[in-house]
Antibody, heavy 121, light 107 residues
């Protein structure tokens, strides 16, 4: 069974940094693209960033490009999201999601349980 | 960016009803569309991918159709556990985009 266990969220001041981690198990990690999706409180879903299975290809939403960095360590079956220059608009639950179709980023299944990031002074 | 527009934004229905939710893409996306279900306090769950393919384990009362720009999610014979928020999502190009969601409430 696939498991995605996120960690690293919490309260951070505006302008601060945070790194999210997502430990994966139950599948051959390097064969799948991975993605971060976020959801602001009471709002809809927003795609944040994706990374190919080998880590060579990365993609970002305009809202986070230049501030966030997605990466993965295939030796540890772990996905990361380094978030810098955080603002209140980044407050959200961040979901780690596995591509449902190998190294292609089109559908997401399953989703991790979510990790809350609050940016506030 | 491809804009995804769902309608209605909310609807009320009763157990046993048949409901349809529509999703329109701002440009053609072939069949690169997924439907997700999210219950309060839970992560989203993939229901339908490639516009009409049922994800493993999803009840057959859920079905999807459409291609190009217009898509529908149909739920036959609503069950109590189906009351949730539903999102469409395009997987055609970056940035990946979602519809605004349709909240399905019990009448």
């Amino acid at each position: 069974e696939v498991h995605l266990l996120e960690s690293g969220g919490g309260l951070v001041q505006p302008g601060g940094s945070l790194r999210l981690s997502c430990a994966a198990s139950g599948f051959t990690f390097y064969k799948y693209a991975m993605t971060w999706v976020r959801q602001a409180p009471g709002k809809g879903l927003e795609w944040v960033s994706s990374i190919g299975g080998r880590g060579a290809s990365t993609y970002y939403a305009d809202s986070v490009r230049g501030r966030f960095t997605i990466s993965r360590d295939n030796s540890k079956d772990t996905l990361y999201l380094q978030m810098n220059s955080l603002s209140a608009e980044d407050t959200a639950i961040y979901y780690c999601v596995k591509s449902a179709s190998g190294d292609y980023v089109n559908w997401f299944d399953p989703w991790g349980q979510g990790n809350l990031v609050i940016v506030s002074s | 960016d491809i804009q995804m527009t769902q309608s209605p934004s909310s609807l009320s229905a009763s157990v046993g009803d048949r409901v349809t939710i529509t999703c329109r893409a701002s440009q053609g996306i072939s069949s690169w569309l997924a439907w997700l279900q999210q219950k309060p306090g839970e992560a989203p769950k993939l229901l339908i991918y490639a516009a009409s393919s049922l994800q493993n384990g999803v009840p057959s009362r859920f079905s999807g159709s459409g291609s190009g720009t217009d898509f529908t999610l149909t739920i036959n014979s609503l069950q109590p556990e189906d009351f949730a928020t539903y999102y469409c999502q395009q997987g055609y190009s970056f940035p990946i985009t979602f519809g605004q969601g349709t909240r399905l409430d019990i009448k």
